[in-house]
């Protein structure tokens, strides 16, 4: 018992001993792997969000025109230049 416990310490260096002790198991890098994903999909949310909320904002201000249309007056903008 002793000689396999002096083998032991002989043959392993410090630097075996701390991987084995901090090694990752596989549960671990897929824990990291799907802490990823969240992450990378989280950005794509927040973007695709932003962009929602700028076309509602839009639409929101193109709701004003709806009423002028409706009691006749002009379209605003660039006025039709007449071709010859």
Do not use: C, H
């Amino acid at each position: 018992m002793f000689k396999k416990f002096v083998n032991i310490l002989w043959t392993y260096g410090p630097q075996d001993y701390w991987e084995a002790i901090w090694s990752k198991t596989s549960l671990d890098e897929k824990a990291i792997a799907t802490l990823k994903e969240i992450k990378k999909r989280y950005k794509l949310t927040a973007k695709e969000l932003q962009d929602v909320g700028k076309a509602i904002k839009e639409v929101g201000n193109q709701l004003g025109d709806i009423d002028d249309a409706v009691k006749g007056k002009p379209r605003k903008g660039r006025k039709k230049m007449d071709v010859k």
